[in-house]
């Protein structure tokens, strides 16, 4: 069974950055389009950023001025870079393919916003 590995996830106060790392491997990397997304208490899991295997982002308008993503094809790891971070942004976030394969789903990483 293939699993995406997130990490990066912490405790920060309010309008704190934070960046969380997926690692991919490579076979999916190479050709997936991969996001990023977020399960938050109460909530359904939504995406929050995506990127194609030819870097082209997409990033919903509600988290697009604080939220962006990348790939660091060396280490085929996906990104998410956070800035202002709000309390309602606390939550699991979890990596993998859009659309999503059941099987890639991983631990994910907690990220809590809090003062």
């Known amino acids: 069974q293939v699993q995406l590995v997130e990490s990066g996830g912490g405790s920060v106060e309010p309008g704190a950055s934070l960046t969380l790392s997926c690692q991919v491997p490579?076979?999916?990397?190479?050709?997936?389009?991969m996001a990023w997304y977020r399960q938050s208490p109460g909530k359904q899991r939504e995406m929050v950023a995506e990127i194609k295997s030819n870097e082209e982002i997409f990033v919903p308008r509600s988290f697009k001025d604080r939220f962006t993503i990348s790939r660091d094809n060396t280490k085929n790891t996906v990104n998410l870079h956070m800035s202002s971070l709000k309390a309602e942004d606390t939550g699991v976030y979890y990596c993998?393919?859009?659309?999503?394969?059941?099987?890639?789903w991983g631990q994910g990483t907690q990220v809590t916003v809090s003062s």
């Open positions: 993998n393919t859009r659309p999503t394969v059941v099987d890639y």
């Open positions: 490579k076979m999916i990397f190479s050709v997936a389009t």
